[in-house]
């Protein structure tokens, strides 16, 4: 079955750096775009970054110029590192992949979430 498994959170203060892993089993990593989430308390899920089959990037405005998303196909994992930490990136980090259903729909597979928490 899917399995996404993050780690590397952690306590950081303001500017400094984090690096988050994500490791995908149960499905053909290299066919699928990946993608990081976080939730912070109180707020909705939202999405950091993105990596397509091919390598494509996308990010957030909140993160740009400072989170990098990447892929090793051979490792079946995704990483996003975090530079020039700011409070407001505390969160629980999310690694996410979506799978076609039937009828047109989707499924979204999440791991457990790794904590981030950026504090002076």
């Known amino acids: 079955q899917v399995q996404l498994v993050e780690s590397g959170g952690g306590l950081v203060q303001p500017g400094g750096s984090l690096s988050l892993s994500c490791t995908a089993s149960?499905?053909?990593?290299?066919?699928?775009?990946m993608k990081w989430y976080r939730q912070a308390p109180g707020k909705e899920r939202e999405l950091v970054a993105s990596?397509?089959?091919?390598?494509?990037?996308d990010y957030a405005a909140s993160v740009k110029g400072r989170f990098t998303i990447s892929r090793d196909n051979a490792k079946n994992t995704v990483d996003l590192q975090m530079d020039n930490l700011k409070p407001d990136d505390t969160a629980v980090y999310y690694c996410?992949?979506?799978?076609?259903?039937?009828?047109?729909?989707?499924?979204?597979?999440w791991g457990q979430g790794t904590q981030v928490t950026v504090t002076s």
């Open positions: 149960g499905f053909t990593f290299n066919d699928k775009p």
């Open positions: 996410n992949t979506r799978f076609p259903i039937p009828w047109g729909s989707t499924y979204d597979y």
């Open positions: 990596i397509s089959s091919g390598g494509v990037t």
